[in-house]
């Protein structure tokens, strides 16, 4: 399952993870841009990614299909911890745009022949951050204020849209994982999941999450936007929402033709105020024609 990324600029990052010194794992990303999923195939594609360590690499990505392909090399994943990582695309030596994401590095097991009296254990990390390890035996990175107690074992921590962090499946599982992105509303059928709708059907609204209460799917509001988003249908003088783009090339399309005005069509002025004009215009002439 491919892991959304959020192109549109102040999107949260969100955190994917892999094992020190973990060479040749693919990660799949589905990029998205206003809502909407979208794709370069003919771009150039690369992860930037500064480590833990301070050092930084570069990973060619590969497309497939619709979505980027980045598989993990030894430098990438050589120190264990938070590396800040950058998709960039590239076209004709232009930049295309960018996603941001995390990749937060699992230290290497403890040694097999450690005497384990507990089945979990906790290492400190960087800056307060702390690695916790899940009776699964999954190690999760768990950054500074987010308590690694609380979480599932497996879990990885993901942006919650208002600055913070909180635990969740980044397979989109659950309600605290990245969602699942369908174009089909038909296609939710798994209501343990959160979907990410990105269709034109009506009365689903595309770039918005949508989860089940028991009964229904509910409208969870707008993506990585930390909270709904009110879009109105109709002009008005006093709201501060945004409005739909049909709305306003209907409200430009009932204004006056910029065309020239004939006196059997109207542009810049009526039709029937052209014809005037050019009556009043050959009167003037035909009077100081009189008056020679």
């Known amino acids: 399952m491919s892991v959304l990324l959020n192109m549109d600029p102040g999107a949260p990052p969100v955190v994917v993870t892999a094992s020190e010194g973990d060479i040749g794992r693919i990660f799949t990303f589905q990029l998205i841009k206003d809502g909407m999923s979208c794709s370069y195939p003919s771009a150039t594609v690369t992860a930037e990614i500064l480590k833990a360590d301070g050092h930084g690499t570069t990973i060619p990505c590969t497309w497939s299909g619709s979505e980027v392909m980045m598989v993990t090399t030894e430098q990438s994943t050589i120190r264990a911890g938070k590396a800040n990582c950058e998709l960039r695309i590239v076209s004709s030596g232009s930049n295309i745009g960018t996603a941001n994401f995390i990749l937060a590095v699992e230290p290497r097991p403890i040694n097999a022949d450690t005497d384990q009296t507990d ?121 501060t929402n945004p409005v739909q783009n049909k709305v306003i090339k209907t409200a430009l399309d009932g204004k006056a033709s910029t065309a020239v005005a004939t006196t059997s069509a109207n542009g810049l002025m009526s039709s029937t105020d052209k014809s005037r004009i050019d009556t009043l215009y050959a009167d003037y002439l035909s009077a100081s024609t009189a008056l020679g």
């Open 119 to 239: 089945s979990s254990y906790s290492q400190t990390g960087e800056a307060g951050d702390v690695w916790t390890l899940g009776s699964n035996g999954v190690p999760s990175w768990s950054p500074s204020g987010l308590d690694a107690s609380s979480a599932t074992a497996g879990q990885a921590p993901i942006a919650d849209g208002a600055g913070g962090w909180a635990w969740g499946d980044v397979q989109g599982s659950g309600s605290g994982g990245q969602p699942t992105p369908v174009t089909l509303a038909s296609d939710m059928t798994d209501t343990s999941k959160v979907y990410l709708y990105t269709g034109s059907e009506s009365g689903y609204n595309a770039g918005h999450v949508y989860y089940y209460d028991g009964s229904a799917w509910v409208d969870g509001g707008q993506y990585g936007g930390g909270g709904s988003i009110t879009v109105d249908s109709a002009l008005s003088a006093n709201s």
